[in-house]
């Protein structure tokens, strides 16, 4: 593969990864809002006087998009690409409260209370459709709606290297061969998008709070991601008929699931709330 793709996540619960052609620079999601300056830096490293081109963003949760702010404060020339869905959610108060809340709680947890909050400076340039084609200086992405995790989330397909810069709709992946996708507002949405992505020609995934999957890893992932939403669906429906509360339901899918890469990526709070909203939307949706 031509492209040079760099971790440039702060702490592993980001989501953070810099795409450089050698001529374009692209950064995949910015993560938290307390780590956005040390992202920035660590673009910094990369780039040295370069600028960065172009920030991608596959979604409007905080870990993923909330950075931008403060890298645009370091890179104002950057142009933000993102699902029309996302641009209008962050002109939303009540959206801008939440992330402020989960990301100030997580950035007490990891021992910073004193940060300014850059919500308000959340923005999108370029806002996308499903299909719609960006031609990012040498490299070319075709947009791929991808709704299930969230109603905004997209992924970037780059026909020509075989690369797909993945969402949490197919899942976050933990290289011990689990692939957990958080389908936290349609499961039905979930395995559509599934199946979109199982028509591609896809060489590489880069996935969100990993990395680089090399090509045995992204057969798997390819091979596997349908099941896995459905096994994950099935364990939870099982807890559900079999009585279970939700607290043992989501203790028993933690037990299970919370391990590894996901365990890095996904802090307790994360984790005990997406849990919990799967638990609601499958009683709701398929029972």
Same mark, same amino acid.
């Given at each position: 593969?031509?492209?040079?793709?760099?971790?440039?996540?702060?702490?592993?619960? +980001?989501?953070? =990864? &810099?795409? *450089?052609?050698?001529?374009?620079? #692209?950064?995949? !999601?910015? @993560?938290?809002?307390?780590?956005?300056?040390?992202?920035?830096?660590?673009?910094?490293?990369?780039?040295?006087?370069?600028?960065?081109?172009?920030?991608?963003?596959?979604?409007?949760?905080?870990?993923?998009?909330?950075?931008?702010?403060?890298?645009?404060?370091?890179?104002?020339?950057?142009?933000?690409?993102?699902?029309?869905?996302?641009?209008?959610?962050?002109?939303?108060?009540?959206?801008?409260?939440?992330?402020?809340?989960?990301?100030?709680?997580?950035?007490?947890?990891?021992?910073?209370? +004193?940060?300014? =909050? &850059?919500? *308000?400076?959340?923005?999108?340039? #370029?806002?996308? !459709?499903? @299909?719609?084609?960006?031609?990012?200086?040498?490299?070319?992405?075709?947009?791929?709606?991808?709704?299930?995790?969230?109603?905004?989330?997209?992924?970037?397909?780059?026909?020509?290297?075989?690369?797909?810069?993945?969402?949490?709709?197919?899942?976050?992946?933990?290289?011990?061969?689990?692939?957990?996708?958080?389908?936290?507002?349609?499961?039905?949405?979930?395995?559509?998008?599934?199946?979109?992505?199982?028509?591609?020609?896809?060489?590489?995934?880069?996935?969100?709070?990993?990395?680089?999957? +090399?090509?045995?890893?992204?057969?798997?992932?390819?091979?596997?991601?349908?099941?896995?939403?459905?096994?994950?669906?099935?364990?939870?429906?099982?807890?559900?008929?079999?009585?279970?509360?939700?607290?043992?339901?989501?203790?028993?899918?933690?037990?299970?699931?919370?391990?590894?890469?996901?365990?890095?990526?996904?802090?307790?709070?994360?984790?005990?709330?997406?849990?919990?909203?799967?638990?609601?939307?499958?009683?709701?949706?398929?029972?």
């Amino acid at each position: 593969m031509d492209i040079k793709i760099t971790d440039v996540r702060q702490i592993k619960g +980001d989501a953070a =990864f &810099l795409i *450089d052609s050698g001529a374009t620079s #692209i950064l995949y !999601d910015t @993560g938290f809002g307390f780590t956005g300056y040390a992202v920035a830096d660590n673009v910094k490293a990369c780039l040295g006087d370069r600028r960065l081109d172009y920030i991608f963003l596959t979604h409007s949760h905080y870990d993923h998009a909330l950075g931008s702010a403060y890298i645009l404060r370091r890179y104002p020339d950057a142009k933000v690409v993102a699902g029309r869905y996302a641009a209008d959610i962050f002109k939303r108060d009540g959206a801008k409260r939440t992330m402020k809340e989960l990301d100030s709680k997580f950035a007490e947890k990891c021992g910073i209370t +004193d940060y300014e =909050f &850059l919500g *308000d400076e959340l923005k999108v340039d #370029i806002t996308v !459709d499903d @299909g719609d084609i960006i031609h990012a200086g040498d490299m070319e992405f075709r947009v791929i709606s991808l709704p299930g995790h969230t109603r905004c989330c997209v992924g970037f397909y780059c026909e020509k290297e075989g690369l797909l810069l993945s969402n949490e709709t197919l899942g976050v992946y933990d290289s011990d061969k689990t692939i957990l996708p958080a389908f936290l507002v349609s499961f039905a949405d979930t395995i559509s998008s599934i199946e979109k992505i199982e028509k591609l020609d896809i060489k590489y995934i880069l996935a969100p709070h990993f990395g680089l999957l +090399d090509k045995t890893q992204t057969e798997y992932f390819l091979k596997n991601m349908k099941s896995s939403a459905q096994n994950i669906a099935d364990d939870i429906l099982g807890n559900i008929r079999a009585a279970c509360s939700d607290e043992e339901t989501v203790a028993r899918f933690k037990n299970k699931y919370w391990h590894g890469n996901i365990k890095e990526a996904y802090p307790e709070d994360a984790i005990n709330l997406n849990t919990s909203i799967m638990v609601r939307l499958l009683r709701s949706e398929l029972l």
